[in-house]
């Protein structure tokens, strides 16, 4: 018996000695490249703390899912991972993630209440909390300010409502010299879901009930902007990048997109540049913005749970700084100083309260392709609104198990 | 044991190591591989099972699932134009080229080897450049055709569903020509100089001598190029990421690259994987012609 015990005290003594000289090491794996958000932060935490090591690797983001789920399958999975919104759901659905919510609970930086619906419903999952985000972002309407007075617009005074947006796009769109009116993006990804449902939400549908009167008038809208050449025919397969990037040219007098394109706008724009909340379908109407980023999640089988989330709540904290750094919104309700492009960011912040998340659901990605569908069968023709939205209904419904 | 290593360096045994190493290479990369494939085809199979053992086995539901869905007979069709006139327009215009610079002319050598650069390029700047020549708004095509007074609205190559897969045959076809001409470059100049000029002297013209003496002795050669070409274009991936993603609303999608979004985009594995052995399926069958048809050139 005291045998064991001084055995146990060696021990005990054994790994204090041992803990206090070998550092935790944690994986992260980010779609970020060194000299963007995960790198910087990795490197101002281990300042902190000094017995913490973080192992920062980058993974393309269209491999993010597929390299993790086959890390995960043969145990190589890192600690801490990045992963867009709509696929924290997927994993979370298979027990993969570490649940949160006793951390958050203890915390006192994280506040649940603290954080916006959208980015909270995002990382929650039958009670669960699987995740932080680590910024949001939504879209909104783009102008250029120059051209709204060249064709007789007012400028202080963008559209508000879809018929608005139909007579602007009309006044700016300029054939002979190349200017469409409007530039969105309908391909066929995850972007074009992105871009269509803050429509289809606007008239009171969502992603389980798209086919509806409304969803049909908002296709119906997008391929009237299209068939009369307001916007290009192009974006059936153009990115939203690639559309804000005729918008910067000048080639589009509107563009519908995120405040990730502000740094290359801020360069390449060569006129005045204003944001607008996105139009509604008439004066009064609810509002709604999509919702993307992604979040910070750490997974289950992690040997370090609490260094872990030391880690993500440090990144967390840092929420103030996002906009003016990294160039995402606050996903939670604090205070930014001085922001860059402050009337862009007050639209933007006003429209992260309308945003809303895609799902959540573990089988997203067959949502989306069924939404996907319908927005191309209908642009190009091939389908009638109504009846493209019904055919992905059935898809929806049996994805859901309706 | 000495009597081995004997038979080992200059005996039948060197060859069989040779046969069997060969042999195992196969089973492990290609044998393996394709069974298991098979065999993912017949489960129900995710992201997240597709490590561990213990997959449902559901027969050929999945196939029967994957050939309702709406969209498989425009995939098929689509193959099945895509590969039919790549090959078709690459061996014509291959086959002419290589016809045209067997013809004793200075440079011809060099100028051969210019039509290489284009195979030479990764498949991605391929797409990257035919995108900028295809766009619709900026693209230099459209600015040709309108310059030259061909149109007068702009063609929306990529976008436009019933030009796109087009779209992308047309570079699929500039991609493979020289390849196409290189390989029958080969064959045109292993036949014999001697039996065009004894059928010259008896008065045979330009094209009977193609007809009676080039087409017949390039069966061979015209056979491989066809069976590689199949395989080629249905290999064809790259062209399709980079151009048009299989859209407009699935106007352009390939068995391949619907393969690759059932698989990598809903992540319907299985059904990325029967995709992928029906395509299997009708490779071997065009193997299969191409052994058939020259197994009689050997044996004569």
């Known amino acids: ?402 | 044991m000495v009597r081995f290593w004997r038979s080992l360096r200059d005996g039948s045994s060197f060859d069989a190591v040779l046969v069997w190493l060969a042999l195992g290479y196969l089973i492990v990369f290609s044998a393996f591989p394709l069974i298991y494939n098979i065999v993912i085809s017949l489960q129900t199979v995710d992201l997240f099972s597709i490590a561990s053992l213990n997959r449902p086995f559901v027969g050929l539901q999945n196939y029967r699932e994957v050939l309702s869905q709406p969209i498989a007979g425009l995939v098929f069709w689509n193959t099945l134009q895509f590969v039919v006139l790549s090959i078709v327009f690459q061996l014509c215009i291959g086959f002419g080229l290589a016809l045209f610079f067997q013809q004793d002319f200075p440079g011809a050598s060099y100028l051969r080897g210019l039509f290489l650069a284009g195979w030479i390029m990764p498949a991605l700047v391929i797409g990257a450049v035919w995108s900028w020549i295809l766009a619709g708004d900026f693209g230099v095509l459209n600015y040709w055709l309108r310059s030259l007074g061909l149109i007068d609205q702009n063609i929306f190559w990529l976008s436009d569903p019933s030009v796109s897969l087009y779209s992308v045959i047309i570079a699929n076809i500039w991609l493979g020509v020289p390849f196409n001409m290189i390989l029958l470059s080969v064959g045109l100049a292993a036949i014999p100089h001697d039996v065009y000029e004894a059928a010259e002297l008896d008065g045979a013209t330009a094209w009977q001598r193609f007809r009676t003496i080039t087409l017949p002795l390039m069966r061979a050669p015209l056979g491989a190029v066809i069976s590689l070409g199949v395989i080629f274009t249905l290999q064809q991936f790259d062209l399709f990421a980079a151009l048009t993603q299989g859209g407009p609303s699935n106007a352009s999608n390939v068995a391949q690259y619907w393969s690759w979004q059932l698989s990598f985009q809903t992540y319907q594995i299985s059904y990325g994987s029967v995709v992928s052995v029906l395509m299997i399926v009708f490779v071997i069958g065009v193997a299969a012609i191409y052994t058939r048809s020259t197994r009689h050139e050997q044996a004569a």
């Open chain 1, 1 to 402: 018996m005291r045998l064991t015990i001084a055995l146990t005290a060696v021990g005990l003594l054994a790994t204090t000695v041992i803990a206090s000289a070998q550092e935790v090491e944690l994986d992260l794996w980010t779609i970020d490249d060194p000299g963007e958000y995960h790198y910087v932060l990795a490197e101002e935490f281990m300042k902190e703390h000094p017995n913490i090591k973080i192992n920062v690797r980058t993974v393309q983001f269209r491999d993010m899912v597929n390299d993790l789920a086959r890390a995960v399958a043969t145990g190589s999975g890192p600690d801490i991972t990045y992963i867009d919104n709509p696929e924290v759901a997927l994993f979370a659905s298979r027990g993969l993630l570490l649940d949160l919510k006793p951390h958050i609970e203890k915390s006192e930086i994280v506040k649940e209440e603290d954080i916006y619906p959208g980015p909270l419903a995002s990382v929650t999952w039958e009670g669960g909390i699987y995740g932080l985000p680590r910024g949001a972002n939504t879209i909104a309407l783009y102008y250029n300010a120059d051209k709204f007075r060249e064709a007789g617009l007012d400028p202080d005074n963008p559209p508000g409502t879809w018929d608005q947006l139909y007579e602007a796009a009309k006044a700016l769109t300029k054939p002979d010299q190349n200017v469409y009116g409007l530039a969105f993006s309908a391909v066929a990804s995850e972007e074009g879901t992105f871009q269509f449902l803050p429509w289809l939400q606007m008239t009171g549908g969502n992603y389980d009930n798209v086919a509806t009167e409304g969803g049909a008038k908002a296709l119906n809208f997008w391929k009237r902007l299209i068939d009369e050449r307001l916007a290009s025919p192009d974006t059936l397969i153009r990115s939203q990048w690639d559309s804000t990037g005729t918008f910067n040219t000048g080639s589009a007098a509107m563009a519908i997109s995120g405040p990730w394109e502000l740094p290359r706008m801020s360069q390449e724009a060569k006129f005045e540049y204003r944001a607008a909340l996105l139009p509604v379908p008439e004066e009064g109407a609810e509002r709604a913005s999509a919702l993307g980023e992604g979040d910070n999640v750490i997974l289950a089988n992690t040997d370090n749970p609490d260094e872990a989330f030391q880690f993500v709540e440090f990144l967390y904290a840092q929420m103030p700084r996002v906009w003016n750094e990294f160039g995402y919104l606050p996903a939670s309700q604090v205070e930014v100083k001085d922001p860059k492009n402050p009337e862009i960011y007050a639209v933007f912040e006003e429209s992260m309260k309308y945003a809303r998340n895609r799902g959540p659901h573990p089988e997203w990605p067959r949502i989306s392709k069924a939404i996907q569908q319908a927005i191309q069968s209908t642009l190009t023709g091939q389908a009638e609104a109504g009846a493209a939205l019904e055919a992905a209904q059935q898809q929806i419904d049996q994805v859901l198990g309706k």
